[in-house]
Antibody
Framework: EVQLVESGGGLIQPGGSLRLSCAASGFTVSNNFMSWVRQAPGKGLEWVSVIYGGGETYYADSVRGRFTISRDNSKNTLYLQMNSLRAEDTAVYYC????????????WGQGTLVTVSS | EIVVTQSPATLSLSPGERATLSCRASQSVSSYLVWYQQKPGQAPRLLIYDASKRATGIPARFSGSGSGTDFTLTISSLEPEDFAVYYCQQRQFWPPITFGQGTRLEIK
């Protein structure tokens, strides 16, 4: 059974930094594409970033230059380093697994809430 | 970037009724269209991929159709647990991965 467990969310002031983690079991992060998707309160889904099996990374325009996706193969864990946070980054952040390099999100974590507020 | 538009924004139906949700892409995405279901307080769940293929464990009352720019998710007879928000997503041209804004299916 695939499990993705996010952690690291919380309350952070504008301009601050936060690192989210997504620990995977039953699914090998290094061999698969992994994405971060966020959902602002009461809003729809917004894709944030993807890391390919080969390590290539892509970002939404709204976060490029501020967020960095990475992984630790030894820990089978995905990360999202978020810098220069803004109020509009407030959202539940989900990690999602994309097997076989297909752009569909088969597996989802439960999400972690990031609140950017002073 | 492909824009994906869902309609209606909200659909009010009763259990046992048939639900028809629409999704339109700004240009052809062939059959590379995905549907997700999200219940309150939960993560989205994969329902349908490649326009018409049910994901593992999805009941047969859920079906998808369409190709090119116009797609439909049909729930043949609504069960109480089907009332949720449904999102479509194109996977033909990415990144970025783009979602529709969602259709809220509520109990009438």
């Amino acid at each position: 059974e695939v499990q993705l467990v996010e952690s690291g969310g919380g309350l952070i002031q504008p301009g601050g930094s936060l690192r989210l983690s997504c620990a995977a079991s039953g699914f090998t992060v290094s061999n698969n594409f992994m994405s971060w998707v966020r959902q602002a309160p009461g809003k729809g889904l917004e894709w944030v970033s993807v890391i390919y099996g080969g390590g290539e990374t892509y970002y939404a325009d709204s976060v490029r230059g501020r967020f960095t996706i990475s992984r630790d193969n030894s820990k089978n864990t995905l990360y999202l380093q978020m810098n220069s946070l803004r109020a509009e980054d407030t959202a539940v952040y989900y990690c999602a697994g994309m097997p076989w390099g297909l752009a569909r999100l088969d597996y989802w974590g439960q999400g972690t809430l990031v609140t950017v507020s002073s | 970037e492909i824009v994906v538009t869902q309609s209606p924004a909200t659909l009010s139906l009763s259990p046992g009724e048939r639900a028809t949700l629409s999704c339109r892409a700004s240009q052809s995405v062939s059959s590379y269209l995905v549907w997700y279901q999200q219940k309150p307080g939960q993560a989205p769940r994969l329902l349908i991929y490649d326009a018409s293929k049910r994901a593992t464990g999805i009941p047969a009352r859920f079906s998808g159709s369409g190709s090119g720019t116009d797609f439909t998710l049909t729930i043949s007879s609504l069960e109480p647990e089907d009332f949720a928000v449904y999102y479509c997503q194109q996977r033909q041209f990415w990144p970025p991965i783009t979602f529709g804004q969602g259709t809220r299916l509520e109990i009438k």
